[in-house]
T-cell receptor, first 113, second 115 residues
């Protein structure tokens, strides 16, 4: 069965500094990987996805993620954090194009002004 | 990006009554819709997958008779919580994709409070 691990419950970063939100996955075959962001009392917004191709994926709001097959990781990154990036971030995996999406437990990102 | 709309955004109902939550894909036809439940400060728990015109596939531990899912058209899926109890109070989120493999878009969620 597929699973997703987000080892950090919360990440604190000073505004302007680079940020990384970690994600590792466990799935057989070639995974479909996603990052979503959730603001308080709201649904999820799609940030980016990796299916195939270049390991570095660029997404919305200046975010990017790097797929590392050997480490089974898909960490979310941004070169310069903004206070408005403060939110709950979910990593998700899909075993194949027809399968359900499984979410990690989420990481709360807190950008300090 | 694609828009998925949920209605109502929040609802309060009495114990023992039923409540329906709608999920609509506004600018695309959704062959598959997913229903999730999220408890405070926790991740999303997949409840069921619904495919247009067929019965929903429920995840293990989810009562299909309590959480009725209908996906009667390519733009609408409904979740009905029957005989609601306070423990059913939660944030319910739907998502939809146009075709298998496409990006999945999420609704804004619906807060259900059972009193």
């Amino acid at each position: 069965a597929q699973s997703v691990a987000q080892p950090e419950d919360q990440v604190n970063v000073a505004e302007g500094n680079p940020l990384t939100v970690k994600c590792t996955y466990s799935v057989s075959g070639n995974p479909y990987l996603f990052w979503y962001v959730q603001y308080p009392n709201r649904g999820l917004q799609f940030l980016l996805k990796y299916i195939t191709g270049d390991n570095l994926v660029k997404g919305s709001y200046g975010f990017e993620a790097e797929f590392n097959k050997s480490q089974t990781s898909f960490h979310l990154k941004k070169p310069s954090a903004l206070v408005s990036d403060s939110a709950l971030y979910f990593c998700a995996v899909r075993r194949n194009r027809d399968d359900k999406i499984i979410f990690g437990k989420g990481t709360r990102l807190h950008i300090l002004p | 990006g694609a828009v998925v709309s949920q209605h109502p955004s929040w609802v309060i109902c009495k114990s023992g009554t039923s409540v329906k939550i709608e999920c609509r894909s506004l600018d695309f036809q959704a062959t598959t819709m997913f229903w999730y439940r999220q408890f405070p400060k926790q991740s999303l728990m997949l409840m069921a997958t619904s495919n247009e015109g067929s019965k929903a596939t429920y995840e293990q531990g989810v009562e299909k008779d309590k959480f009725l899912i209908n996906h009667a058209s390519l733009t609408l899926s409904t979740l009905t919580v029957t005989s609601a109890h306070p423990e059913d109070s939660s944030f319910y989120i739907c998502s939809a994709s146009q075709r298998p493999g496409n990006t999945i878009y999420f609704g804004e969620g619906s807060w259900l409070t059972v009193v």
